[in-house]
């Protein structure tokens, strides 16, 4: 019964991490995307 606990108590850890990691790498891919929003204005308005 320890075991089985301990398992799950592992797997709600990972679990919790991968949701972070997760969530960090969409706001890094959301902020490579707004700066590249704007060089395409800039580049648009010097046209």
Known sequence: MRRLMALFALAGVVLVTGCNTVAGAG??????????????EDTRQKM
Do not use: F, S, V
């Open 27 to 40: 706001k890094d891919i959301e902020r490579g995307g707004e700066k590249m929003q704007g060089a395409a």
